[in-house]
């Protein structure tokens, strides 16, 4: 029996990168692009490499632009991070696997290190598969936490919790990450809000400014450990920021939390040693009239516009730059 499974892309629309430090946020899923796994009973555990794992290359500038595009490393080690972590979780809650094997394989359109949650993608669609091969439930609010185990935990990649929960609950997720929260009941407050309140939102993106996440948070997180107050009173704004904007769509003023996405990159921008490629993209977008921020990293935009006029113009400026200008799919 196969089994298949997908998670999308991302985009955070307001508060993030406040998801790791007890934050707010807003997020919503990109259907565009996707990560699939598949599954299949076999004799023996096997994970079969993608073409993003490839040891071979016709030369050695094939190899260079293989890693510019595509980092040091592929998907084999989220997937074996992936097993482990279920495995972990399985024998934790005294679940009994039952004793058969299987081959898995991935396949993902995200693109590479732009800050649209691929790796955390794959992730969740292996879980997904891992769960239903064993016929395993996990809690819906309890499944993000796993999933993000397997990168902090496992891995030792920095990360918060909201790309693992927009891309386990879809749609349009505000998040609350409130510490006493999150100490008591082990997961956060996410509130499903309906897509048709939120404005005309549009991505943008590069595939040649491609950067790990791991690059971006650069030594914020220290600051944080720190005690910093710079640090610590910017993530109570992009909180802030974020049940803002969550008000306003639920009172139907969508269109009005675009300048709550141009703060939010403005202070992010305060504490953050940005690449001004990335910025770029930003400062290009606002030229037209456009609100934008970054859908997460760095790399690719979120943004809105006003009309299908300006969505035109976006295109054609955005042309200019190299970038790549879609309108995201969020409803199935």
């Not at 259907?31 to 555990?45: D, T």
């Not at 956060?188 to 939120?198: K, S, V």
Request: proline share 4%; aromatic share 12%; charged share 25%.
């Amino acid at each position: 029996m196969a089994i298949e499974a997908v998670a999308y892309a991302r985009a955070g629309l307001v508060g993030n990168p406040s998801d790791g430090y007890f934050g707010k946020t807003i997020s919503v899923i990109i259907r565009n692009f996707h990560a699939k796994v598949s599954l299949y009973e076999s004799q023996y555990l096997e994970i079969i490499p993608s073409f993003q794992d490839q040891s071979k290359y016709e030369s050695i500038e094939a190899l260079v632009d293989d890693v510019n595009l595509n980092g040091y490393y592929g998907g084999i080690r989220l997937m074996k991070a992936t097993i482990y972590k279920f495995y972990q979780y399985c024998k934790k809650n005294n679940i009994t696997l039952p004793q058969k094997n299987f081959s898995i394989r991935y396949r993902s359109t995200i693109p590479r290190r732009l800050g649209l949650a691929g790796s955390s993608a794959l992730v969740t669609a292996t879980m997904k598969c891992l769960m239903e091969f064993y016929e395993v439930e996990i809690p819906k609010p309890i499944l993000p936490n796993i999933i993000l185990s397997v990168e902090t935990e496992e891995l030792g990649i920095f990360a918060g919790l909201q790309d693992r929960v927009i891309q386990v609950y879809e749609g349009c997720v505000f998040m609350d990450f409130n510490k006493k929260l999150m100490e008591t009941q082990g997961y956060g407050y996410y509130e499903e809000i309906p897509t048709n309140l939120l404005p005309k939102l549009f991505i943008a993106y590069r595939k040649d400014l491609s950067e790990g996440s791991e690059v971006f948070h650069n030594n914020v997180r220290e600051r944080w450990l720190a005690g910093d107050p710079e640090i610590h009173k910017a993530m109570q704004d992009f909180a802030e920021y974020a049940q803002i904007a969550r008000d306003l769509l639920w009172a139907g003023k969508g269109e009005e939390i675009g300048p709550w996405m141009d703060k939010n990159f403005d202070r992010r921008r305060s504490i953050y040693n940005l690449n001004p490629k990335h910025v770029r993209l930003v400062e290009v977008a606002r030229s037209v009239g456009a609100n934008a921020q970054f859908t997460g990293s760095g790399g690719a935009i979120v943004g809105i516009y006003k009309n299908d006029e300006m969505f035109e113009t976006l295109v054609k400026v955005m042309e200019k730059e190299g970038a790549v200008v879609l309108k995201p799919k969020i409803d199935p």
